[in-house]
């Protein structure tokens, strides 16, 4: 029973150009959502994260959406780059077990230069 | 200025033998968590260790996972008895403390495959 979708196993996106990345969650207890990003041979890093009492949060090229009403995030990369191209993880957890992160299977982007 | 360790990078092992996984935290970091990613898979979060407190075992998977933590330093996964299905890379977490917002370092992961 997988809490956390990723439906795009992969994406591809010419460099300059959006690159979008999709989430569904399934656990309304979830109030607050994590962008991880891995290399390969790395263990994943983070990247940007919000909490269910924001709809956007932006930290320069990238910004997370949250739509809690249809249980989806959306991570956009504007402009896209070549040192973008990675593994993207989404991952969420509930405010009264927040250690306990639940992450999805990730969406492997290719930005081609 | 290191990251978070783990040891061995890799580790083949036939069904049925033991392994000890190691994670090394960051210098200073109380929170220590352990995932594994079977192949296919999302991270499964699988125990985590805040400070002193008992450990959250909830996402263990089996009675053969165990893990300890000394202090708030090295820790160590144990499978006993391992099985196929064990096969996946295990990652090791660290944070500064367990609240929320705080970010979670990984270590680069341990590939365990069993024959």
């Known amino acids: 029973d997988q809490q956390v979708k990723q439906n795009s196993p992969s994406l591809s996106v010419q460099e300059g150009r959006i690159s979008i990345l999709n989430c569904d969650y399934t656990?309304?207890?979830?109030?607050?959502f994590l962008w991880y990003k891995k290399y390969p041979a790395e263990g994943p890093t983070f990247l940007i994260s919000?909490?269910?009492?924001?709809d956007k949060n932006e930290d320069g090229r990238f910004t997370v959406f949250l739509n809690k009403s249809a249980k989806h995030l959306s991570l956009h990369i504007v402009p896209s780059q070549p040192g973008d191209s990675a593994v993207y993880f989404c991952?969420?957890?509930?405010?009264?077990?927040?250690?306990?992160?639940?992450f999805g299977i990730g969406t492997k982007l290719q930005v081609i230069p | 200025g290191a990251g978070v360790s783990q040891s061995p990078s890799n580790k083949v092992t036939e069904k049925g033998k033991d392994v000890e996984l190691r994670c090394d935290p960051i210098s200073g970091h109380t929170a220590l968590y352990w995932y594994r990613q079977r192949l296919g898979q999302g991270l499964e979060f699988l125990i985590y260790?805040?400070?002193?407190?008992?450990?959250?075992k909830s996402g263990l998977p089996s009675d053969r996972f165990s893990a300890e933590r000394t202090g708030e330093s090295v820790s160590t996964l144990t499978i006993q008895r391992t099985q196929q299905e064990d096969s996946a890379v295990y990652l090791c977490?660290?944070?500064?403390?367990?609240?929320?917002?705080?970010?979670?370092?990984f270590g680069p992961g341990t590939r365990l495959t069993v024959l």
């Open positions: 656990n309304s207890m979830f109030d607050y």
């Open positions: 919000i909490s269910s009492i924001k």
């Open positions: 977490a660290s944070s500064f403390t367990s609240d929320l917002y705080n970010e979670q370092f």
């Open positions: 991952a969420a957890s509930a405010i009264e077990r927040y250690q306990k992160v639940t």
């Open positions: 260790f805040q400070g002193n407190s008992a450990p959250d």
